[in-house]
Each structure stands twice: as structure tokens, then as C-alpha cells.
């Protein structure tokens, strides 16, 4: 079941902010969050485990509502180099490790001066 | 850190060729995903192994077969490349710390094949 990424691309001026969600009908157990710059490999930016708190990384957060089974990623004071596309990735269960993630159809984010 | 590594990294082919990709893991991983995508799409996934046995499949057509050898890398075989083909595809390692469904997967470079 792949996952909903909303919204499909948005624009930023540098220093605004942006909120990236991705959700399932399926319950969530762990969300992967990826960053691609065009022709370039995903990145890995940070995992979300249900029960687990909100991470960061540096200006970029993230937080897990399992009541929504939904996921949202939080760029803060954007910079030029958050620009590309954001992956949210979902693996099928609790004990579903060596498994295939699986992306929602990502989100373009693109930060100009 | 050492990365996954990929190659070739850039690959020209004719229609009804074959062609052959390679994937090294991080050392210790013990998993290995292939992946396509397409222009503008998300990674679609093909296959993948666990200790060198096929653990998933994915949409990888019957034209494809992958496997994953003694030293852990893996190999992804395409034959008669139809001009569809033509994509990024991306090999990615983990290891399984029994950590279930936090196992976190590292992404190569990528291959990417042309077919004319």
C-alpha cells in the first residue's frame, strides 16, 4: 500500500517554512524520510518509529501521529540546498526489517532566493 | 564511511540487448534492494536478497534476474532492453539488527541506463 504524500510540490523563498505529510490507510509502524536531488541517489534524512518522539536533523524535523497514521516532515528557515524532492518510505509491519520500503509519489520542494 | 557503490554509473544500450549491473553493499550489510525509477516518478522496487536468497519481489519483469553472491554484492541481469527500460536504477543495503521495521536503507548512486 503505498503511501499519500501531500502536498505534490510547493515553492519557497529562503528562510520560510514548509510541512511535508505522508499517510497511510494501513497501520503505520515505521516511516523512512528521504531527500533526491535530480539524478542523484535518495538521502536519507530520518526514521520515525511509532511510539518513538520526534526527531531532527538540524532544521528539519519530524513527528509520527499514530491516531492519523501519518507522518509530517518540518523544514524550518529553508535554505537553497532543501530544495529537491522529499520521499516518505513504509514498511509493512512491526517485524517487517530486510523488507522493501515502499515511497509515496514525493513531494518537490523547491527553495529560490 | 564507506557507501554503496554502483556500476556502471552511466550505461548506453541498443533495444534487445542485454545488460548487467552491479551493486556493492556497505560492508556488513546483509540486505540488497534494487530499484527503478523512472523521469519525475518514486523508486519503484524490483528485488531483493537476505543473506544471497531472494527475500522479496517486486515488479521486476521476467526479462530481469538479479542474485546476490558469497562476497554480498549483487548483480541485476537485464536482457532484451526494450527502449521502457530506460531509467535510474538505484541498489540500496541494510542490516537487519533485528530492529524490525527500523532497519534503514542506504541508497547507491545509481546506474543509469539509456536504451536507444
Known amino acids: 500500500q503505498q503511501p499519500v504524500q501531500s502536498p505534490q510540490a510547493v515553492i519557497l523563498r529562503e528562510g520560510e517554512d514548509a510541512v511535508i505529510n505522508c499517510s497511510s490507510s494501513k497501520a503505520l509502524y515505521s516511516v523512512h524520510w528521504y531527500r533526491q536531488k535530480h539524478g542523484e541517489a535518495p538521502v536519507f534524512l530520518m526514521i520515525?518509529?511509532?511510539?518513538?518522539e520526534q526527531k531532527g536533523h538540524e532544521k528539519i524535523s519530524a513527528s509520527f501521529n499514530e491516531k492519523k497514521q501519518q507522518s509530517s516532515l518540518y523544514l524550518t528557515a529553508s535554505q537553497l540546498s532543501y530544495s529537491g524532492t522529499y520521499f516518505c518510505?513504509?514498511?509493512?509491519?512491526?517485524?517487517?526489517?530486510?523488507?522493501?520500503?515502499?515511497f509515496g509519489k514525493g513531494t518537490r520542494l523547491s527553495v529560490i532566493a | 564511511a564507506a557507501g554503496v557503490i554502483q556500476s556502471p554509473r552511466h550505461l548506453i544500450k541498443e533495444k534487445r540487448e542485454t545488460a548487467t549491473l552491479k551493486c556493492y553493499p556497505i560492508?556488513?550489510?546483509?540486505?540488497v534492494y534494487w530499484y527503478q525509477q523512472g523521469p519525475g516518478q518514486d523508486p519503484q522496487f524490483l528485488i531483493s536478497f537476505y543473506e544471497k536468497m531472494q527475500s522479496d519481489k517486486g515488479s521486476i519483469p521476467d526479462r530481469f534476474s538479479a542474485q546476490q553472491f558469497s562476497d554480498y554484492h549483487s548483480e541485476l541481469n537485464m536482457s532484451s532492453l526494450e527502449l521502457g527500460d530506460s531509467a535510474l536504477y538505484f541498489c540500496?543495503?541494510?542490516?537487519?539488527?533485528?530492529?524490525?521495521?527500523?532497519?534503514?536503507?542506504?541508497f547507491g548512486p545509481g546506474t543509469r541506463l539509456t536504451v536507444l
Open positions: 518510505g513504509t514498511r509493512r509491519g512491526i517485524y517487517s526489517g530486510n523488507t522493501p520500503l515502499v
Open positions: 560492508p556488513r550489510h546483509d540486505t
Open positions: 540500496a543495503s541494510s542490516f537487519s539488527l533485528a530492529r524490525g521495521a527500523a532497519d534503514t536503507q542506504y
Open positions: 520515525l518509529l511509532k511510539g518513538g
